[in-house]
């Protein structure tokens, strides 16, 4: 098993920038694939970015395509999403995922697709 922890949250004006990390205590990080999802006020939550195991797969939502980067570092256990040129519809809690897998090759987009998730961390846009 594995269990995520967001970190980083907090608030920002629109247009900062912001980045989250998601650390997993396992030693066999790679073997999970990871994705950040979100829930926005009076929302259901949503994807918004996921890579692969090795990290050389990754997809984001057309949401934020251009503003967010997806990465991980497997020798920290590290997941990270960069947030750039934030908007006051950002403003969410934001969730880390993880998923066992076989292929490294392999990222999921859907909720279902994940077994553990972290606590989840606020994210403020203000205008």
């Known amino acids: 098993q594995v269990q995520p922890v967001e970190s980083g949250g907090g608030l920002v004006q629109a247009g900062g920038s912001l980045r989250l990390s998601c650390a997993a205590s396992?030693?066999?990080?790679?073997?999970?694939?990871m994705g950040w999802f979100r829930r926005g006020p009076g929302k259901e939550r949503e994807f918004v970015a996921a890579?692969?195991?090795?990290?050389?797969?990754?997809s984001n939502a057309d949401s934020v395509k251009g503003r967010f980067t997806i990465s991980r570092d497997n020798a920290k256990n590290t997941v990270y999403l960069q947030m750039n040129s934030l908007k006051p519809e950002d403003t969410a809690v934001y969730y880390c995922?993880?998923?066992?897998?076989?292929?490294?090759?392999?990222?999921?987009?859907?909720?279902?697709?994940?077994?553990?998730w972290g606590q989840g961390t606020q994210v403020t846009v203000s205008s």
């Open positions: 995922a993880a998923r066992y897998v076989t292929s490294s090759s392999y990222y999921y987009t859907k909720e279902y697709d994940y077994g553990y």
């Open positions: 396992r030693r066999t990080f790679s073997s999970y694939a």
């Open positions: 890579i692969s195991g090795s990290g050389g797969r990754t």
